[in-house]
């Protein structure tokens, strides 16, 4: 989704505000622009298309001089995506610059109003409102500060604003509501933004700000407002990762780095809480008693971490014998759940800032039930806001698509499920300490998978199937969930239209698709279910269907004899399996996306984080 930043200080603003925006690129954008303030004129450029057409018409920011600014990168909501719609906007009267990342959505009728009192407009975004808005006040002769008090108040919807004032050079305004806003502290001068990969080469020192939160802000100063408008004090918090973690550092492309990155991801998440034979969930208290009031589980998420959560149905009804429904928060926010204090609402995110979680999250408190958080972003709005939270120490996920973010919820879902069933007495002592043997040798079987041979495989197996028009995933049970991942990862990266389907289901209605060559990929890495997702492999074989198998090493032999090619994975527990099987998968697509000259990183449409229903 859109990302701000915003300067103010002693340097040249474009060349940081263009610096900034390229750190942001990963969350998705259509379009980019800056304004920058130079004693009292606002200057601003912006152009549809890529940041570096931006920053080649600025020569690298040197053509629009300023020492204070904001930038923007724009996907598109309310308008389509063309030069008069980037951001920054300026007010009518042009005394007032805003970008603006969220959807204001009473913006239809403030316009209506703005027009009656006389305002002009020359874009179709909600944005333009805003900017209008606080000029507005402003020409009534409210300071620039209580102009965007009195704007903000009027709004609703989400909002992360980036606010200049052409009367008030060094100056910057910020607010946040329901879209991230990151504040950085740096020395004579300050900074914010959307994210903070964006501030890491200036500084280390961030605040993320909470909702309603105003900063006003010159070189030296920063003075912090709540919703109510009350000074309150913001405390800098240190970032301990460097900006190499979120550097490409000679790969290619993010999404490769982080499918490499997956079995240390997965190691930092597990090890901390793998201690002496017992599992240690931080500072998360789930007793007994407590557990044992547990009527229902819901896992609400969006997109992968959505399909973690079915990864988490099969694992924790599996363990701890309590009934989980898998939910789309999208879905969940307005389906009337049934929920009380006998429900844990488990949340899982990476970005912690999913618009549709953080509601689902919302409605999920409001309506009594405890709420348990898996998120990778420290000090995110979903970490803040639920009851309690375990991090997946996965480090910043770059690429749209995502891949150890994935497999790091993944692994705290064993994790808390283990922990769970030890506290229930639902695995006996050799189930547990077999399981959690298992869990400690995971990573080192990551790196295994990662194995160049299997590499080269699906190399080769890409560039036989990059022409196919359709792709089909088929499994069972766990290997049904994984096959909704690997079936997204195709679709987002290699724009391949593609399906998942539990093995079992085909016949009843999707197997009319199978035709000649239509590839299928097929997963049976769980031996209890292996006889029966081979024959599922001969019904589509029969109908001229090419297939990919995956399965374990063990039976890797058999699974050739039915399919045209195997991919044979290292064995551990069919409940964890799953942490193995979609590592091929993400590289499959990977290659697939490269045969198809695809952008990998950045696909088309998507946004990394997003932070609008
Ligand atoms: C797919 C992908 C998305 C996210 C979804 C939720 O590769 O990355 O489907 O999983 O948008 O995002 P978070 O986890 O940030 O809430």
């Known amino acids: 989704m859109c990302g701000i930043v915003g300067y103010t200080g002693g340097g040249q603003a474009a060349p940081i505000l263009l610096d900034g925006l390229e750190k942001l690129e990963y969350r998705g954008y259509d379009s980019a622009g800056v304004c920058v303030q130079d004693g009292g004129g606002l200057k601003v450029a912006k152009a549809k298309g890529r940041l570096s057409h931006l920053s080649a018409l600025l020569e690298g920011g040197k053509a629009l001089q300023g020492t204070t600014g904001i930038g923007h990168t724009r996907w598109a909501t309310h308008g389509a995506p063309s030069d008069e719609n980037s951001h920054p906007h300026i007010a009518d009267s042009g005394k007032i610059a805003v970008v603006h990342n969220g959807i204001i959505e009473n913006y239809q009728k403030l316009k209506e109003r703005l027009l009656a009192a006389g305002k002009r407009f020359h874009s179709e975004t909600d944005t333009e409102v805003a900017a209008n808005l606080i000029e507005y006040f402003y020409d009534q002769g409210f300071d620039?500060?209580?102009?965007?008090?009195?704007?903000?108040?009027?709004?609703?919807?989400?909002?992360?604003?980036?606010?200049?004032?052409?009367?008030?050079?060094?100056?910057?305004?910020?607010?946040?509501?329901?879209?991230?806003l990151v504040f950085g502290f740096g020395k004579g001068c300050n900074y914010i933004a959307s994210d903070v990969p964006a501030l890491l080469k200036y500084t280390r020192e961030v605040c993320y700000l909470s909702d309603g939160d105003m900063v006003l802000f010159t070189d030296r100063e920063a003075h912090f407002f709540d919703?109510?408008?009350?000074?309150?004090?913001?405390?800098?918090?240190?970032?301990?990762?460097?900006?190499?973690?979120?550097?490409?550092?000679?790969?290619?492309?993010?999404?490769?780095?982080?499918?490499?990155?997956?079995?240390?991801?997965?190691?930092?998440?597990?090890?901390?809480?793998?201690?002496?034979?017992?599992?240690?969930?931080?500072?998360?208290?789930l007793p007994a008693d407590y557990l044992r009031s547990l009527r229902r589980v819901y896992a609400v998420a969006c997109g992968s971490a959505y399909y973690v959560g079915v990864q988490s149905k099969y694992i924790l009804e599996k363990l701890c014998k309590l009934p989980v429904e898998p939910v789309l928060a999208s879905e969940f926010r307005y389906a009337d759940p049934v929920l009380g204090e006998d429900t844990l609402v488990i949340i899982l995110s990476q970005s912690g800032e999913t618009a549709d979680t953080l509601a689902a999250l919302r409605e999920a408190k409001a309506r009594g039930a405890r709420t348990l958080a898996i998120v990778n972003v420290v000090g995110s709005s979903i970490a803040r806001l639920a009851d309690d939270v375990l991090y997946t120490w996965a480090g910043p996920e770059i690429a749209v698509a995502t891949t150890k973010a994935y497999s790091t919820q993944l692994a705290v879902v064993y994790l808390l499920a283990l922990s769970i069933a030890r506290q229930l007495g639902t695995v006996d002592g050799a189930r547990f300490e077999a399981l959690y043997a298992q869990l400690e040798r995971l990573p080192d079987l990551l790196e295994q998978v990662l194995d160049r041979r299997t590499v080269a495989q699906l190399q080769y197996d890409?560039?036989?199937?990059?022409?196919?028009?359709?792709?089909?995933y088929i499994g069972r049970k766990l290997d049904s969930a994984t096959c909704l991942e690997g079936s997204l990862k195709l679709k987002e990266i290699a724009y391949l239209h593609s399906e998942a389907y539990a093995a079992g289901e085909l016949k009843h209605g999707p197997i009319s698709l199978i035709e000649d060559g239509t590839l299928v990929v097929a997963l049976a890495t769980e031996p209890a279910m292996f006889d029966k997702t081979v024959s599922n492999i001969r019904e589509v074989k029969s109908r001229g269907a090419e297939v990919l198998g995956l399965t374990i090493e063990r039976l890797g032999e058999e699974l050739q004899k039915t399919v045209d090619s195997a991919l044979l994975i290292p064995e551990t527990d069919p409940l964890f399996q799953p942490s193995l099987a979609i590592v091929p998968l993400q590289l499959f697509a990977y290659y697939m996306a490269l045969m198809r000259g695809c952008d990998v990183d950045k696909p088309r449409n998507l946004a990394k984080s997003v932070t609008v229903e």
């Open 144 to 180: 620039f500060k209580m102009s965007v008090r009195k704007a903000v108040e009027r709004l609703e919807g989400s909002y992360a604003l980036g606010i200049l004032c052409r009367d008030c050079p060094g100056v910057v305004i910020a607010v946040k509501h329901e879209s991230p």
């Open 227 to 285: 919703a109510a408008g009350d000074p309150v004090v913001r405390t800098p918090e240190h970032i301990g990762w460097d900006a190499s973690a979120a550097e490409k550092a000679g790969y290619p492309h993010f999404m490769l780095k982080e499918i490499y990155e997956q079995p240390k991801a997965v190691r930092d998440t597990l090890s901390p809480r793998l201690r002496d034979g017992e599992i240690a969930l931080d500072d998360v208290r």
């Open 462 to 472: 890409a560039s036989r199937y990059f022409h196919n028009r359709d792709v089909f």
